[in-house]
């Protein structure tokens, strides 16, 4: 995935594409620096990880700049946000989410939220990047509520 990264930013400058090449160089910055900190070298999933948590932070930052009427900045973000997008794996469904929530839930036989945590996890383990946790919290909680 990393490598995808350093492809794409070799093709933005020689297309001369100024904002696509700022953002991918954002991009591998980011990576480079969650390289650092693990003291080793990322797996996909982790580089997945580190593009998930960019695109959310720009996600917050659009509803901030919306409450204070700054629609260039918020299409700024979303552009970035379009280009970030291109390097995550396509998102399951909500149906097929509900599918893996129940399996999980009747495998660890979870009937009240105390048991939400080991759900959660186990989910994890099961979609890796292809979801987003938060959602798939959301959908847990009401299933065991």
Known sequence: MFE????DLLVAMKEKDKFKLDVIRMLKSA???????????????????????EVKKRN??????????????????????????????EEMSDLELQVIIDETIKEIGATSMKEMGVVIKSISAKVGARADMSKVSKMVK???A
């Open 60 to 89: 917050s930052s659009i509803e901030e700049y919306k409450k204070f009427g700054k629609q260039e900045m918020v299409d700024n973000l979303t552009h970035e946000i379009e280009i970030m997008s291109t390097y995550l794996p």
């Open 4 to 7: 995808r990264v350093k492809a």
């Open 31 to 53: 990576i480079q620096n969650e390289t650092i900190e693990a003291k080793k070298e990322l797996s996909d999933d982790e580089v997945i990880a580190v593009i998930k948590r």
């Open 142 to 144: 009401e299933k065991l």
